[in-house]
């Protein structure tokens, strides 16, 4: 029985490093002297601002104002809040209430690389990667649209792509520090074949050096602020949105809209309308969901934070039937007819029951000996439903001594005990990587425990558990009330 736990690497996750400029860049005030005067329209927004604002955000502020997108009626704007910077209610707010919109010439998306000087050689690029080459150039330029809405994205956050070998020891054995490691080596090879085959060959079109860490920031960029679950969208910056902070308490991910609207002076568009989730006060703090989904292993991939609740606590099975099982085509196809495969992953949350699934696919990768007959073309459409009940003891047997082996080997992969973390949580004074480590590791180990204890209460059961074949003589009237076998004899 192939039968493991490994370490669930994601196909892309976020990450920040710093960027390096390439270009000087002129003084601001000199920017957009051919279009419409900068800091002259709508100047009254500024006063609103609390004047601890750092300046670029006041610029970027009031570049929104120039561009529409900001008025006097709207009911949110810019603030120093816990998180370090978010969007605060002007006023009141009712729940669900419009809080901003944004036009869809504003969005940088798919649709605008291809409306760009770089369209055409990122046409075959997957959408990330077109559109972080995007960034990169606009970032690059002086005359960019966006310039000012560049200047406030951040350098970096606390995602752990951004740790040091060092603060990465912190999470050894974690599956966040091999999610981490094959993060950083996709996007290494992703940068490694875009810089031969499109930036190289077009230094009219990138005339400035593209460095990895350049390529890492517009990744965890796009990561950590993109929105994904629009009608039409499913990779698009906001400005101005993407100000909005995340919070446990937002618990629906239905605030973002796509409208018509509009969009300028005698103009109608596709606009960002985004709702406010919760009623607000004057003074609070606008706050969205980023993803109910995530774990915490995620969002402290894509943002850099976790949450203190268990329920983002969890762990990942990764179970698979070996090509070396004799029976490895036929469980395979079993496997496939019930919409898993060769491979199968079981995320696990701490507090919650095991996932459906999970427990019929070990019958089925354990499978083998006096029980192979399950396996038999005559069983092909029923065997699903003989796997979510005991099969037999040995296979039963089995199933909890692989995951319990399985349990105790990761756990003794992590430097500190469960105790010892929750010990240095509370005495508090952590840096914040230290406590996403400390928590991230404490919460994989708390599910592991949790994992381990469900399985050797089962080994506890197995004398009592009702297998396959006494089920079947219950069906052809062949065990009496006590469970006893009734022999006819012949008349």
């Avoid at 529409?68 to 729940?95: M, N, W």
């Avoid at 150039?137 to 960019?144: C, H, L, M, V």
């Avoid at 906001?238 to 609207?261: C, I, K, Q, W, Y």
Wanted: proline residues 5%; contains cysteine; negative net charge.
């Amino acid at each position: 029985m192939a039968s493991v736990f490994s370490l669930h690497p994601l196909p892309s996750s976020s990450f920040l490093c710093p960027f390096k400029t390439t270009k000087s860049r002129t003084n601001f005030q000199t920017l957009y002297s051919s279009q419409k005067p900068f800091l002259i329209k709508n100047s009254l927004q500024l006063t609103e601002l609390d004047p601890k604002i750092p300046q670029p955000v006041q610029t970027f502020w009031q570049w929104l104002c120039d561009e529409g997108v900001v008025t006097t009626k709207t009911p949110v704007k810019p603030g120093i809040v816990p998180e370090g910077l978010g969007l605060v209610a002007k006023r009141d707010i009712s729940k669900g209430e419009t809080v901003l919109e944004v036009p869809r010439r504003l969005w940088i998306n798919p649709d605008a690389v291809a409306q760009s000087e770089i369209g055409n050689v990122c046409s075959g690029l997957k959408p990330w990667i077109s559109v972080a080459l995007f960034l990169l150039r606009e970032k690059w330029r002086d005359d960019s649209k966006w310039k000012y809405y560049m200047d406030v994205l951040p350098q970096c956050t606390d995602s752990t792509i951004y740790w040091s070998e060092e603060e990465l020891s912190e999470i050894q054995g974690t599956q966040l520090l091999s999610t981490t490691m094959s993060v950083k080596d996709y996007v290494q090879n992703e940068f490694q074949k875009v810089e031969e085959e499109v930036i190289l060959r077009n230094k009219q079109l990138f005339p400035f050096p593209i460095t990895l860490d350049d390529f890492f920031w517009a990744f965890g960029i796009l990561r950590s602020r993109a929105f994904s679950r629009l009608r039409n969208q499913n990779l698009i910056l906001v400005p101005f949105a993407d100000l909005t902070n995340h919070s446990a308490r937002v618990t629906t991910e239905d605030h973002a809209h796509e409208v018509r609207g509009p969009a300028g002076l005698f103009s109608w568009d596709l606009l960002f309308s985004l709702r406010s989730p919760l009623k607000l006060k004057a003074g609070d703090q606008l706050f969205i969901q980023y993803d109910l989904k995530k774990s915490n292993a995620d969002m402290a991939l894509d943002y850099g934070f976790i949450e203190p609740s268990s329920d983002r606590d969890a762990f990942t099975l990764t179970l698979e039937i070996s090509e070396s099982d004799d029976f490895y085509g036929d469980k395979l196809d079993i496997a496939e007819s019930n919409g898993l495969g060769e491979t199968a992953y079981f995320d696990i949350k701490l507090g919650h029951s095991l996932p459906p699934a999970l427990i019929p696919y070990l019958r089925l990768v354990a499978l083998g000996g006096t029980d192979a007959f399950l396996l038999e073309s005559i069983f092909r459409n029923a065997v699903w439903g003989h796997l979510e009940l005991p099969v037999s003891r040995p296979n039963e047997e089995l199933i909890c001594k692989v995951v319990r082996d399985a349990c105790k080997s990761a756990l003794s992969a992590y430097h500190a005990t469960i105790e010892e973390d929750e010990k240095l949580m509370e005495e508090g004074n952590l840096s914040s990587r230290l406590l996403i480590a400390v928590g991230i590791r404490a919460g994989e180990k708390k599910v592991l425990q949790q994992i381990d204890d469900i399985f050797r209460e089962r080994e506890l059961e197995l004398d009592e558990l009702e297998y396959y074949q006494e089920r079947r003589l219950k069906d052809l009237g062949l065990v009496g009330e006590q469970g006893d076998i009734i022999f006819w004899e012949p008349k």
